[in-house]
């Protein structure tokens, strides 16, 4: 996988968090690569969620 491609995991808990998806897309593509890099260290699904739940300011 390509740094700047983003894991199906994040991709699939951004599509069950709305906001956090809408919060994404509005992101610059610096803001993104940061944000993909970091699912990196993500070992599991519920912490993929809370990674994600984070860019709306939800629990991390």
């Given amino acids: ?12 808990a951004l599509s069950m968090n709305p906001d956090a998806m809408q919060r994404f897309a509005m992101l610059s593509r ?3 690569q940061e944000i993909i890099a970091g699912t990196h260290t993500v070992k599991s699904r519920d912490e993929m969620h809370r ?3 984070s860019l ?3 629990k991390q």
Avoid: L, N, R
Wanted: overall charge negative.
């Fill in 30 to 32: 610096e803001q993104k």
């Fill in 56 to 58: 709306v300011g939800g």
């Fill in 51 to 53: 990674y994600v739940a």
């Fill in 1 to 12: 996988m390509k740094p700047d491609e983003m894991p199906i995991g994040f991709a699939m």
